[in-house]
């Protein structure tokens, strides 16, 4: 395990990522990804994080299965972030490309569709950043999916990592709601905050929605505006909040906002500018953390791309560094070993902190608190599981 951890985090400083010809027979591993679409920053990262986890391996000679080096051989495809696309192409993967396992989709709303389709083909699938409950479980049995797996925490943790937060540290009592009811993911977090900040004994005093694509967002804030809350929860994503916090201010509703994973890529301060400084929200890690791996992958990251990795490509590197290290204990490229090895990892040491799987797809990890503090996003607590 440690010698993977090493090659995904200090390869790239140590050999420089050359770009080795792979040679049959190859590891091919598939990539959905948003690279367009609702959300094609978040595509971006994910692809980025993918391709410099497989030159780390591939510059190394490949990875070692049953005692031989294999070249990874990836497959990247772009999801537009439509669902339907989502699942035609991981079918595309499984049954023409024939890879051993895929990687992704992102958001919720595709990884379901695709999930689907792995679960049904017995086909590894890891989303590094779906939260939502439904990625991992089967619908029609409504038991846990043996070929589903996620490197990220669920919509159900980080309710309640964000209830406690608004009620033990921000002392609120009273909050709104303003959530996109066609997005399965913001739905669940939305539904997930309420339940367990009213269990603490918090109120939701409005609850608003609006759908993906809508830009005017008057009528649902003013409604807001007239409950009075402390806090407004957006569980937004990041192309959502700017228009969010402008109309907000126009309003003269100048609450602070609390927000969730979906915030978490950089371009809502380009976006935003200083409307959101001071706003916090939920996240998979913190790229300031002083964990080692973290900072070797940070370090490496930034060599490559002149940018620091954002959780989209932590969580991505993870979700390779999990399947690499399943692969390496089964000793074989065989995709039910690589099911059997996967859900039997304990306690491997990740970019985004400590992962385990325990029976189901979905790991034991924490989560951190970050703020939007002078233009850039700063660690301000650790949630552990």
Not at 6 to 30: F, V
Not at 111 to 116: D, F, G, Y
Not at 254 to 270: C, M, N, Q, V, Y
Not at 316 to 338: E, H, I, N, V, W
Request: glycine letters at 8%; aromatic letters at 8%.
């Amino acid at each position: 395990m440690k010698k993977i951890i090493l090659l995904l985090c200090l390869g790239l400083l140590i050999s420089g990522c050359t770009n080795e010809k792979a040679s049959a027979p190859t590891i091919k591993i598939g990539l959905i990804a948003e690279l367009t679409g609702s959300i094609p920053a978040v595509g971006a990262s994910c692809r980025n994080a993918a391709l410099l986890a497989v030159k780390i391996i591939n510059a190394d000679g490949g990875l070692d299965v049953g005692g031989k080096k294999y070249p990874i051989e990836l497959v990247i495809q772009d999801s537009g972030a439509k669902p339907e696309q989502a699942a035609a192409i991981a079918q595309k993967l499984i049954t023409q490309d024939r890879v051993l396992a895929i990687i992704g989709p992102n958001s919720s709303s595709n990884a379901i569709p695709a999930s689907e389709i792995a679960e049904k083909a017995q086909v590894v699938l890891i989303t590094p950043w779906s939260t939502n409950p439904k990625t991992t479980i089967n619908i029609r049995t409504g038991q846990p999916k043996k070929y589903v797996f996620r490197a990220c925490f669920t919509d159900v943790f980080e309710g309640r990592v964000l209830a406690n937060f608004a009620t033990d540290t921000l002392r609120v009592k009273k909050v709104a709601i303003l959530y996109d009811i066609a997005s399965d993911v913001l739905k669940s977090q939305a539904e997930q905050f309420q339940k367990y900040f009213t269990a603490k004994g918090g109120v939701i005093v409005a609850c608003e929605t609006y759908t993906g694509g809508d830009k005017d967002f008057s009528a649902q804030l003013t409604k807001i505006k007239r409950a009075q809350p402390e806090i407004l929860f957006a569980p937004s994503y990041y192309t959502d909040v700017p228009l969010e916090v402008a109309q907000a201010h126009r309003l003269g509703l100048k609450i602070p906002f609390l927000g969730s994973d979906a915030w978490s890529t950089e371009d809502l301060i380009k976006m935003s500018g200083p409307a959101v400084e001071g706003f916090y929200f939920s996240n998979h890690y913190s790229p300031n953390s002083n964990n080692p791996v973290t900072k070797a992958y940070v370090a490496a990251y930034q060599a490559a791309y002149s940018n620091t990795p954002d959780d989209i490509a932590a969580l991505t590197a993870d979700a390779f560094g999990l399947l690499f290290q399943a692969l390496t204990m089964s000793g074989k490229l065989d995709r039910q070993a690589l099911r059997n090895s996967l859900s039997q990892l304990r306690s491997y040491q990740g970019v985004t902190g400590n992962i385990s799987f325990f029976g189901t797809g979905d790991p034991i990890k924490g989560a951190v608190i970050l703020q939007i503090k002078n233009g850039k996003f700063v660690w301000f607590a650790d949630a552990l599981p």
